[in-house]
């Protein structure tokens, strides 16, 4: 596969909220019985094959099928950042993608110890969560706090599958500030493997990169953060005990509850730099708000 040079200039993905097939209008009637018309998102069954083997059925909003494929399998490590992948193919009929390497791969064994993870729109991981830690030294870097402050203040604005329709986490890969790729699903794993793929696909190099999360700070996101090779991790949403625990384990920046000109760092504190006069930055506005605004879902 063809690995480019990381792209410069503007993010070569964001949110499309225009796109037709990404929701619907539904009636339904309101508090006091009236009638009202709505807008939700739509989820599509996407089946996973590697090579022959079938690895798993998701729930996606079905927008970069090819992206949330790689991603899913490099985070699950049944795809190795040296293999050659020789095709991905999606068929929108039958709403399936095929992933092909030149290496020969079984995952039979690995198939039958899957482990349920915590989350909207449930993930799955499989065998040893910690095999995916192993061996990982993640980059030094950075995080200047008027990068954090910039960037928060971006995702937040910017419009999205979320403003326009709710029910829907984001992910967003940033550098130095700036947005980078955005991406959005009904479950933030989804999204997160989106981005994956994204950068495996494009060649991106993860060593200078922030992952903004809508959703907590779990294991499983600590753990997919730390797969992708980035160091530095944010969420406007709060932290499990074991994401910290592993995040504090392998030296990934944890930055959580990160609303306004507040936010909460758990692990890798040493990366921050505190260059921004915190009473130049204004608090979030309501009108502004997104998930996780009042607790930490």
Request: proline share 5%; with cysteine.
């Amino acid at each position: 596969m063809d690995q480019p040079h990381e792209p410069s200039g503007p993010p070569i993905v964001m949110p499309d909220p225009g796109d037709a097939r990404l929701t619907e209008r539904v009636m339904g009637i309101d508090q006091t019985g009236a009638p009202v018309e709505t807008t939700v998102p739509v989820e599509r069954a996407l089946t996973l094959y590697l090579n022959a083997q079938e690895i798993v059925t998701m729930m996606t909003i079905n927008d970069y099928p090819e992206y949330l494929a790689l991603g899913y399998l490099l985070n699950q490590n049944m795809l190795k950042p040296d293999d050659v992948v020789t095709g991905v193919d999606y068929d929108d009929d039958l709403q399936v993608a095929v992933v092909r390497t030149e290496r020969n791969t079984n995952y039979e064994h690995k198939l039958k110890k899957r482990t349920l993870t915590s989350g909207c729109a449930q993930g799955t991981a499989f065998g040893d969560l910690m095999e995916a830690l192993e061996g990982i030294e993640l980059p030094q870097a950075e995080l200047r706090t008027s990068w954090l402050y910039r960037m928060t203040r971006t995702i937040n604005t910017v419009p999205s599958l979320y403003l326009e329709a709710g029910a829907i986490h984001g992910c967003v890969l940033c550098r130095q500030g700036e947005v980078v790729c955005y991406m959005e699903d009904v479950g933030r794993h989804n999204a997160v493997d989106k981005i994956a793929g994204w950068m495996y696909r494009h060649g991106v190099d993860a060593a200078d990169k922030i992952l903004y999360t809508t959703g907590r700070l779990t294991s499983e996101m600590t753990i997919k953060t730390v797969r992708m090779g980035i160091p530095i991790l944010v969420s406007r949403s709060g932290f499990t005990a074991w994401g910290v625990s592993l995040a504090r384990q392998v030296g990934l920046t944890l930055v959580g509850r990160a609303r306004g000109k507040r936010f909460t760092a758990l692990s890798g504190e040493q990366r921050i730099v505190f260059d921004q006069d915190i009473s130049a930055v204004e608090d979030e506005p309501s009108r502004h708000a997104r998930k996780g605004a009042g607790h930490d879902d």
